[in-house]
T-cell receptor
Framework: GAVVSQHPSWVICKSGTSVKIECRSL??????MFWYRQFPKQSLMLMAT?????????EQGVEKDKFLINHASLTLSTLTVTSAHPEDSSFYIC?????????????FGPGTRLTVL | GQQLNQSPQSMFIQEGEDVSMNCTSS?????WLWYKQDPGEGPVLLIA?????ELTSNGRLTAQFGITRKDSFLNISASIPSDVGIYFC????????????FGQGTILTVHP
C-alpha cells in the first residue's frame, strides 16, 4: 500500500516551453501533496504544499507563477514548470500525506528528471 | 527555520559491518522518519517514529526517537551491498507543522 506514482519519469524540453508533471496516489486518497526539488548530491528542498480544492502554499523564494500547482482531486496533483529555462533542470519529487493528521507519514513518488536545453 | 543536522555525511564500510547514523535538531519534532533514496529514485520510507523514546525495528534496521524529541538514530546491522544509497532523516511537527524537514543525508557505500 501507499504507492505514489509520477509521470513522466524524465522529460527533455527546449527553453521557453512549459512542462507538466503529474503526481498520483494510487491506493489512497491524499488531501495534501507536496512538491520537492532536489539537486545532485543534495537533500530535498520543499517547493510547495498542495491541498485538494484550494490554492497551493509556496515556500519562500519559490515563484508561484513559474511553478503552477493544481490539486484537482484527492489522488492527483500536477506541477507545471512554465517557460522553463536551463536553471530549472532538476529532479522533481512529489509526496502524498496518507492521512488527515498533520503528523501522518508522507510517501514519495519516484521523481521526474527535467532537463531543459 | 528548523534545521536537522545529520551525520556522518558519508560512510564506506565492508559488507557485514554494522552502521549507525544520527540526526539532531535544535528544536522539537513530533515525528521522526527515516528514508532511503537510490540514485534516480524517490525516497522510500524505512521507519516512522511517533513517540519520544520509541525504539522500532524493521528487519536489519533499528531506529529510535530520542527522549528529548530533538534527535534520532538509525542502525543497520550486518550490512549488505544493496544497502548502498543515501539515507535521510526527516522530522515533522514543531514550528513547521505538517511539513517535513530533511537532514543533509548520509551516503552509504558497502564494499563486498
Amino acid at each position: 500500500g501507499a504507492v505514489v506514482s509520477q509521470h513522466p519519469s524524465w522529460v527533455i524540453c527546449k527553453s521557453g516551453t512549459s512542462v507538466k508533471i503529474e503526481c498520483r496516489s494510487l491506493d489512497f486518497q491524499a488531501t495534501t501533496m507536496f512538491w520537492y526539488r532536489q539537486f545532485p548530491k543534495q537533500s530535498l528542498m520543499l517547493m510547495a504544499t498542495s491541498n485538494e480544492g484550494s490554492k497551493a502554499t509556496y515556500e519562500q523564494g519559490v515563484e508561484k507563477d513559474k511553478f503552477l500547482i493544481n490539486h484537482a482531486s484527492l489522488t492527483l496533483s500536477t506541477l507545471t514548470v512554465t517557460s522553463a529555462h536551463p536553471e530549472d533542470s532538476s529532479f522533481y519529487i512529489c509526496s502524498a500525506r496518507i492521512g488527515p493528521d498533520l503528523t501522518d507519514t508522507q510517501y514519495f513518488g519516484p521523481g521526474t528528471r527535467l532537463t531543459v536545453l | 527555520g528548523q534545521q536537522l543536522n545529520q551525520s556522518p555525511q558519508s560512510m564506506f564500510i565492508q559488507e557485514g559491518e554494522d552502521v549507525s547514523m544520527n540526526c539532531t535538531s535544535s528544536s522539537i519534532f513530533n515525528t521522526w522518519l527515516w528514508y532511503k533514496q537510490d540514485p534516480g529514485e524517490g525516497p522510500v520510507l524505512l521507519i516512522a517514529l511517533y513517540k519520544a523514546g520509541e525504539l522500532t525495528s524493521n528487519g536489519r534496521l533499528t531506529a529510535q526517537f530520542g527522549i528529548t524529541r530533538k534527535d534520532s538514530f538509525l542502525n543497520i546491522s550486518a550490512s549488505i551491498p544493496s544497502d548502498v544509497g543515501i539515507y535521510f532523516c526527516a522530522g515533522s511537527g514543531g514550528t513547521s507543522y505538517g511539513k517535513l524537514t530533511f537532514g543533509q543525508g548520509t551516503i552509504l557505500t558497502v564494499h563486498p
